[in-house]
Nanobody, 119 residues
Framework: QVQLVESGGGLVQAGGSRRLSCAAS????????MGWFRQTPGKEREFVAA????????SYADSVKGRFTISRDNAKNTMYLQMNSLKHEDTAVYYC????????????WGQGTQVTVSS
């Protein structure tokens, strides 16, 4: 089991930047892929970005490509999401998630951190 704790959410003006962090603990040696998702009231949770824990390959949703950057620090067992050029529509609760080797879906989730972009 992997435990995840997000931090870094808050209020930011449109056009500004924010960096989210996700600290992993527990069976971190089994991490395969980590990702960021977000959710707004009344909508389903949507994929934002993902990163391979070993190789570092990344993928992004089209809506954030070119503005958000996902990265990880294996030594610190921490994943980051650098968000630049923020838009009002980026307002959401952001969740980090982890998939361990042998799993086919994200099974570990953080508690979420609110990001509010004022227009």
């Amino acid at each position: 089991q992997v435990q995840l704790v997000e931090s870094g959410g808050g209020l930011v003006q449109a056009g500004g930047s924010r960096r989210l962090s996700c600290a992993a603990s527990g069976r971190t040696f089994s991490l395969d892929v980590m990702g960021w998702f977000r959710q707004t009231p009344g909508k389903e949770r949507e994929f934002v970005a993902a990163i391979s824990w070993s190789g570092g390959s990344t993928s992004y949703a089209d809506s954030v490509k070119g503005r958000f950057t996902i990265s990880r620090d294996n030594a610190k067992n921490t994943m980051y999401l650098q968000m630049n050029s923020l838009k009002h529509e980026d307002t959401a609760v952001y969740y980090c998630a982890a998939r361990t080797r042998g799993q086919h879906e994200f099974r570990s989730w953080g508690q979420g951190t609110q990001v509010t972009v004022s227009s």
